[in-house]
């Protein structure tokens, strides 16, 4: 059974608050996952009144970290079997010939 948001302590809870609305960076040649922008963090912590921002930062980070070395091995393993198959001879074609 899954984990559910309310199974964490409340940090963690708030950590996964902010952590959403802070604004994705990629790369804009290759499409790479880059991270979090993280220039507007002080305002959400004001806003949400965080007491304790250097624990929720923390949790933050090591979010963050999770989830681009995830979508970092998500795109090797797409680059790696486009490459089988492109040295593989690419896609084979069938066609249904009647004559």
């Not at 199974?7 to 499409?31: C, K, R, T, Y």
């Not at 929720?56 to 963050?64: A, D, G, P, R, V």
């Amino acid at each position: 059974m899954p984990l559910e948001t309310s199974d964490f302590p409340h940090e963690v809870q708030v950590a996964f608050f902010i952590f959403g609305f802070l604004e994705d960076s990629w790369d804009g040649m290759s499409g790479t996952y880059l991270g979090k922008r993280w220039s507007n963090l002080e305002y959400l912590f004001t806003v949400n009144k965080v007491e304790e921002p250097q624990t929720i930062l923390y949790i933050m980070k090591m979010w963050e970290n999770i989830i681009v070395n995830h979508r970092s091995q998500e795109a090797s393993q797409k680059r790696k079997a486009e490459e089988r198959q492109s040295a593989s001879g690419g896609k084979q074609y069938t066609h249904n010939v009647k004559g």
